[in-house]
């Protein structure tokens, strides 16, 4: 009785993970209300860990706090200097243009479903789902960020609907990379007038609205012609390891 009873429990959860994986209408709503429990667990952790940090670590904290502010800070007051001289620059000279990026810190809340790794939901308020945004870790690009059903998605380099303008080499080579489910990217439509080799390096173009001019992508590791044009096959820099926050570009000018 007891095998029997255990073989049909079995039988129950195997069709229930089955069911999950390959059914849509089941898996929805299911990571959905998985994200919005997370996304509250996170907001919780993050309240109980500064009231712990305010009673017991505080000392501690407000030192090194105050080292990492002083150097943001810094950074800070540079990157406005240079910003304000450059738009100075262009009053000056009567142009229209100007340089006031906006970029935020976004933290990732699940996978959109599972065995995907290449496509994460993203905890973000305000996401105006008719944009396409720019996702970076550190100094190199992830991906980017769309609206999708019911919140904002992120699709990192390898997934083949990430694309985005770049430049190869030192001749700055335009292209387009896109992922393709393996473990490097390719970058489509480059004329075949500049030459492209292996180890050139690849970085955002910034002509796309979508990353600023000179983000790292990757380095070309073999090339080839098709239909008039020239691709390249590049190995990522950024690695999809640890996929916890990223930074948004909202805005680049």
């Known amino acids: 009785m007891n095998k029997e009873l255990l073989g049909f429990f079995s039988f129950f959860i195997a069709l229930f993970v089955g069911a999950l994986y390959y059914t849509n209408l089941i898996q929805n709503p299911f990571i ?13 952790l993050d309240y109980v860990s500064n009231t712990i ?3 017991f670590f505080q000392a501690t904290e407000i ?26 620059l262009f009053k000056e000279n009567n142009s ?17 479903k599972f065995g995907d790794f290449n ?6 308020k305000e996401f105006n789902s008719s944009k396409i945004y720019g996702l970076t ?13 019911e919140g904002a998605l992120a699709l990192l380099n390898k997934d083949p609907k990430s694309s985005y303008a770049v430049y190869i080499g030192s001749e700055l080579a335009p292209g387009i990379a896109h992922g393709n489910n393996t473990e490097n990217l390719i970058v489509k439509f480059i004329p075949t007038w500049i030459t492209i080799n292996a180890g ?5 173009s910034g002509l796309d609205g979508i990353f ?10 073999s090339t080839s012609s098709s239909g008039g044009f020239q691709n390249a096959v590049v190995v990522p820099y950024y690695k999809e390891n640890d996929p916890n926050y990223f930074h948004m570009i909202r805005s680049v000018r």
């Open 32 to 44: 959905s209300t998985l994200n919005s429990i997370k996304s509250t667990y996170h907001n919780s």
């Open 53 to 55: 940090d305010k009673h």
């Open 63 to 88: 030192e090194q706090l105050k080292a990492k502010l002083q150097m943001y800070e810094k950074g800070h007051i540079l990157m406005v200097q240079l910003s304000k001289e450059v738009n100075d």
């Open 96 to 112: 229209s243009l100007a340089i006031n990026p906006d970029i935020e810190l976004v933290r990732v809340l699940s996978y959109e």
């Open 119 to 124: 496509r994460l939901w993203l905890d973000i």
């Open 137 to 149: 870790y550190q100094d190199s690009v992830a991906g980017i960020a769309v609206g999708h059903k």
């Open 200 to 204: 050139d390096e690849v970085i955002s």
């Open 212 to 221: 600023f001019k000179g983000l790292k992508v990757g380095r070309v590791v």
